[in-house]
């Protein structure tokens, strides 16, 4: 039994998983900032300090196994930020001299991949790695995950998080989860046939906006009308946004230009309903996301895609993703936020994958040198060796 800490963010996760792939339990603690607030690396740490304990108790009743049946503690080395990186190290190294137990050193990033790859059963997809902290296009190759396209700035969850403070919206549970509420409500109000899948030298291909400003203010009046409750503001000359600036830069991209241009954008146009700009930057920026995929799929001669990270279970995202996938006979790996939000059991599991093979003393710390489990804010995922990726399936 693997029990897996990780905390490289808001979320606390503690998992506890065997070699077979099977997960015993898998919890988790979020720390939310309120309205129109990030969140403060110290204050996050404080969080996973106050509620670790209580999880690994409550994870080893759910388990319905004692401490003395775990055999290794895999912990979250990197990437991430640093204060709560070191909060949950401090927890894994003393757990570890505690119960003489081994720590397994892991990567983050690595640990989506797996997880993902173990969930979905896809052997060698094209990975969609997209969270709050990283934007990454991986496939494998020689050893390694191999980042094909990345953010060249700040990550698409992070845009997402930024343009939730501009707009005010709440960060319970999640300002990405309810800037997709936003986006879907303001999506209902469209039927199929009245949209288009504008010029791809505007926006990206899959992203779908209505045709003309005329027939949105029609569909919007008719839509109010129908249905008051949804307190749409009909007096008004509203947009459509087709302008916001794709940040493809060949298959990495680009965020932050993005939400400079919202942050302008809200602060000049009142009244303006937030459901418009979650609904047109999901359109935009999801689209981008899903055509540096398919760059990459094509560049390595892959068809199936693997989405991870807390944005790769936006529902919209996947549906863009599985009519990429689908063109190109392929699959599309998609999960739901238990396993793809930041999560333990991605921690444990990882740990139990990088036990099939041979290890160095830096990832496999024996107990008795449990002061040298570090962390490493900037642990990038083409740093990791991965020889066990050839073994499939990995359960077996």
């Known amino acids: 039994m693997i029990l897996g800490l990780e905390g490289s963010a808001n979320k606390l996760g503690v998992g506890i998983v065997d070699a077979s792939g099977v997960v015993h339990a898998n919890l988790r603690s979020t720390y939310n900032a309120p309205p129109g607030q990030g969140f403060q690396p110290n204050d996050v740490a404080a969080h996973h300090r106050q509620h670790i304990i209580g999880l690994i108790e409550r994870a080893l009743l759910e388990a319905e196994i004692s401490s003395d049946k775990i055999t290794h503690i895999a912990y979250t080395r990197g990437p991430g930020l640093g204060a709560p990186l070191a909060a949950v190290a401090v927890v894994a ?46 496939a494998y190759s020689q050893g ?85 409750e949804a307190g749409i503001d009909t007096s008004y000359d509203i947009p459509i946004i087709t302008t916001i600036p794709v940040p493809i830069k060949g298959m990495d991209i ?26 047109s930057l999901q359109e935009t920026l999801f689209g981008s996301l899903v055509e540096i995929t398919e760059r ?20 919209r995202l ?46 496999l710390i024996p107990y008795t040198e449990a002061n040298c489990a570090t962390v490493t804010q900037r642990y990038r995922t083409d740093s990791v060796d991965v020889p066990w990726h050839s073994k499939w399936p990995l359960t077996q």
């Open 144 to 228: 390694r995950y191999r980042v094909f396209g990345e953010a060249l700035d700040i990550a698409v969850g992070n845009a997402l998080d930024r343009i939730a403070r501009y707009l005010l919206i709440s960060n319970t549970p999640a300002p990405g989860l309810n800037i997709e509420r936003l986006a879907a409500e303001w999506a209902a109000i469209f039927r199929e046939e009245d949209c288009v899948h504008l010029d791809p030298d505007i926006v990206p291909r899959y992203t779908t906006l209505p045709r003309s400003k005329e027939l949105l203010k029609e569909q919007l009046e008719l839509y109010s009308a129908n249905h008051p």
């Open 296 to 315: 990459a799929a094509a560049h390595v001669g892959a068809a199936d895609i693997l989405a991870v990270g807390g944005v790769g279970c936006n529902l």
């Open 93 to 138: 190294r003393t757990l570890s001299q505690l119960w003489k137990v081994p720590l397994l050193a892991v990567n983050h990033c690595v640990a989506h991949i797996e997880m993902g790859r173990l969930v979905t059963q896809l052997p060698n997809p094209v990975v969609l790695y997209a969270s709050g902290g990283n934007t990454q296009v991986i």
């Open 318 to 363: 996947q549906e863009m993703l599985q009519i990429m996938a689908a063109e190109r006979n392929g699959r599309l790996g998609a999960m739901d936020d238990s396993y793809c939000v930041d999560n333990g059991a991605m921690i444990a599991w990882c740990g139990a994958c990088m036990l099939q093979a041979p290890l160095s003393m830096d990832l």
């Open 254 to 279: 680009s965020c932050s230009g993005i939400s400079t241009y919202l942050k302008t954008y809200v602060e000049t146009h009142t009244p303006l309903d937030p459901r418009l700009i979650c609904y």
